[in-house]
């Protein structure tokens, strides 16, 4: 299986996306990880869902994480409530936590040089380019690893389900969808 | 002067400008510079190696390597975090208590450990506080940082320039103790009236955000019980080994190593949890620092300078220490106090000898110097490497503390802790004996 087999559309933010919105994205798609795009739509970076953590977390408790632990329910709330206040730029911006660049592909490199590229770049997500650029879509690693447990004869209707559909197509978790907007 | 001294010379001074102008990496600065001495001839591998006076001086790389590893030990407990969250709740989060608490922890830490460490913990847990109360965080972190200055004054591991004094000098955890706690403890209460004035009297403190702060679980930020007791009696053990120098002889460095070895047995932590919080870097500064210096002693640099001074002081010490002491507070403020006592010790040990049983007017010279340069530290945001510290967190934490706001502030705590230490600089080695 090549990538362009495996190419898929996913909603993506913008550096604009608030942590709120871009952590409503991730939990309605359940996406592993986030494609930022610029305002022409072109993706500019990849951010690995546990990374939106780092919006939730106060960079001093990055600094100490014993300090996560005084915090009670309420003091826990109020810091998640502040992701309406930041930003994925925030987080692209941020020194210690900053998102992976962008990996990409050919669309007719193989599992393992899509494996190879996820690899390298500790990344859930990469893009599918043409030769000379123009973007496919992007490779999710759920439905790379649908062609990699094919591959491996670990085959299930849930498997070829995923491999059938992209996120977007597949819609919210109820099935109800298609799709909505990508914010 | 020979060919060889002037090429020290020049080395010296180059080194010097670039460590000070912060355009290059301090310790790539002091390894080239070391590795020029060589080069040049003035220094040979047991000089830089064997020799106390003119190499590397292992006391001070080992006791600091030592204290690194205990407090890298010591803090996975937990235990600063929840002194500092116990405090602000003792002072019922009252802007101006919790900021005078955090003051004395900050300082009487400082003393017992070392000021670069203490920041980088206390600074987390204060930025904490303050966001829970709504607060803008920059006068306390200034506060921590001039704190750990102050308090890291009053001891022999406190400030790394009270380290390389004690070994080039010969004097003891004692001596400082005798010396330098008692005026501490006097400049630790100005700098609380100075913290009042400068900040703590426009602090509002609003009920409302005050309950958010008390209802922190401290004890919740206790990562090993057990862990924190062994640490709390290994540290009370090394403090002993200290104080007890006279009739052990054990040599500081030695004392923070075997406290080390214990730390590392008793907390069975992986390497690179305890080897976390020692910075090979300084370290490496250090060591290049001392090449250079010794460069500096061997080519006789040093004793014709002191020969100079010493016939231009002659007999009339205390304005050579008040001298020593205001100087030292200002060129503290203008280039890192490491590299200004690595050099000035040398000097006043040729111009009054080692420290241990001189008479008090020529060992107030290497009092005046530590005062001056652990309190001259203050005077800017490079002046020490707790200042550093704390601007690096602040700015990382989008509270950026400018050179100038920190300037401000600390030109007033330095004059401030100066002019007090000249009374009692004369009264104490002058008038008293």
């Known amino acids: ?183 | 002067m020979t060919v060889s001294a002037v090429l020290a010379v020049v080395v010296f001074a180059g080194a010097y400008v670039l460590i000070a102008s912060e355009k290059v990496n301090r310790t790539a600065v002091a390894l080239g510079g070391a590795a020029l001495m060589v080069l040049i001839g003035v220094v040979r591998g047991g000089d830089v190696f064997f020799s106390e006076e003119t190499g590397v001086d292992w006391n001070v790389i080992f006791l600091l390597l030592g204290m690194m590893v205990i407090v890298g030990v010591l803090r996975q407990t937990g235990v600063f975090e929840f002194v500092a969250i116990w405090a602000a709740q003792r002072a019922r989060a009252r802007p101006f208590r919790m900021m005078a608490l955090l003051i004395v922890i900050t300082a009487v830490a400082s003393a017992l450990l070392d000021n670069v460490t203490t920041v980088l913990l206390v600074a987390p847990v204060t930025l904490l506080l303050c966001d829970r109360l709504a607060l803008a965080p920059v006068p306390f972190l200034l506060a921590e940082a001039m704190a750990s200055n102050i308090g890291g004054t009053a001891t022999l591991i406190g400030d790394p320039p009270n380290i390389i004094i004690a070994s080039r000098a010969g004097l003891t955890f004692n001596d400082f103790l005798v010396n330098l706690a008692p005026i501490v403890v006097v400049l630790l209460g100005v700098f609380l009236a100075l913290a009042w004035l400068l900040w703590g009297r426009r602090m509002v403190y609003d009920p409302e955000r005050a309950a958010s702060v008390m209802a922190l679980t401290p004890r919740e930020t206790i990562a090993d019980a057990r862990l924190l007791r062994r640490m709390l009696v290994v540290l009370g053990l090394v403090l002993l080994g200290f104080l007890t120098h006279n009739l052990t002889h054990l040599e500081p460095s030695l004392v923070a190593l075997l406290g080390a070895g214990a730390s590392v047995l008793l907390s069975r932590l992986p390497s690179d949890e305890y080897l976390e919080d020692v910075e090979w870097e300084t370290l490496l500064f250090f060591a290049g620092l001392f090449v250079m210096v010794g460069a500096l002693v061997k080519a006789g640099v040093i004793s014709e300078l002191a020969s100079s001074l010493t016939s231009a002081i002659g007999d009339n010490y205390l304005p050579a220490a008040l001298g020593i002491l205001g100087g030292s507070a200002v060129l503290s403020g203008i280039v890192d106090n490491i590299p200004y006592v690595a050099t000035m010790a040398p000097l006043v040990h040729d111009l009054v000898g080692p420290g241990a049983g001189l008479p008090p007017a020529q060992q107030s010279l290497w009092w005046a110097l530590a005062l001056g340069a652990d309190l001259g530290g203050n005077a800017t945001a490079i002046g020490a490497s707790a200042n550093v510290v704390i601007t690096g967190i602040a700015r990382r934490n989008d509270h950026p503390i400018s050179f100038w706001t920190f300037t401000r502030y600390g030109l007033v705590v330095t004059a401030v802790t100066i002019a007090v230490c000249i009374p009692y600089v004369w009264i104490r080695y002058f008038v008293v004996t």
């Open chain 1, 1 to 183: 299986m090549r990538a362009e087999d495996l190419v898929e559309q996913v909603p993506t933010v913008t550096r604009a996306t608030t942590g709120a919105e871009a952590a409503r994205v991730v939990a309605e798609y359940r996406l592993s990880g986030l494609v930022v795009a610029d305002e022409s739509g072109e993706p500019i970076a990849v951010v690995p869902g546990s990374q939106l953590f780092g919006l939730v977390l106060p960079r001093w408790v990055r600094d100490d994480r014993k300090l996560v632990h005084a915090y009670d329910e309420a003091g826990a709330d109020d810091l998640c409530r502040r992701l309406n206040e930041s930003t994925i730029g925030d987080l692209l911006d941020d020194e210690k936590l900053t998102a992976k660049k962008l990996p990409s592909v050919l669309p007719e490199d193989t599992l393992l040089e899509i494996a190879s590229a996820m690899d390298e770049a500790h990344s859930p997500v990469v893009v599918v380019r043409d030769a000379d650029g123009t973007f496919r879509g992007v490779l999710t690693m759920s439905r790379v690893l649908a062609a990699v447990a094919t591959a491996a004869g670990q085959d299930s209707d849930l498997v070829r389900r995923r491999l059938a559909k992209d996120i977007i197509l597949r819609g919210t978790p109820d099935e109800s969808g298609p799709t909505r907007e990508a914010p």
